[in-house]
């Protein structure tokens, strides 16, 4: 129908990824089948289908749907945002400013090294760690 096009073309995604599907998503939403609601459940089992399936519980409000991912830090994020989003706020507005500062002693590429270096050691929590990898992107 004309509001589930509507839907699918509406705002953007939160990360640009390499075969994302959002111009397809008008196509994808149509070719739901009529009584899929009945079930009541929608599964993003694939990468990349995170946006398909949150326009898709756009469309249909009632649905339940899940999202997985095999990259750990892409769905901590999208925990993170769901559950911390102040907290996130706050952590990526400082890597900012460290990133941007102008008197820094290590400059723009020591504090990325520095920070990919504590990314991937592990060290840092998981509204840390979200905010790093949101700034690598």
């Not at 400059?107 to 050691?121: I, S």
């Amino acid at each position: 129908t004309e509001k589930k096009k509507n839907i699918a073309l509406q705002g953007k995604p939160c990360f640009p990824w390499v075969g994302g599907k959002r111009r397809l998503l008008p196509v994808l939403i149509e070719s739901l089948p009529a009584d899929f609601e009945k079930d009541g459940n929608v599964c993003g089992t694939f990468r990349g289908r995170r946006r398909t399936v949150l326009l898709t519980k756009q469309a249909h409000p009632g649905i339940r749907c899940v999202i997985n991912d095999s990259n750990e830090s892409l769905v901590n994020v999208y925990r993170v945002i769901q559950n911390s989003p102040e907290e996130l706020i706050k952590k990526l507005e400082g890597i900012q400013r460290e990133y941007h500062d102008p008197n820094g002693a290590r400059g723009q590429k020591g504090v990325l090294m520095e920070k990919r270096a504590f990314f991937n050691e592990g060290g840092p929590d998981d509204v840390t760690r979200a905010a790093l990898f949101i700034f690598f992107i």
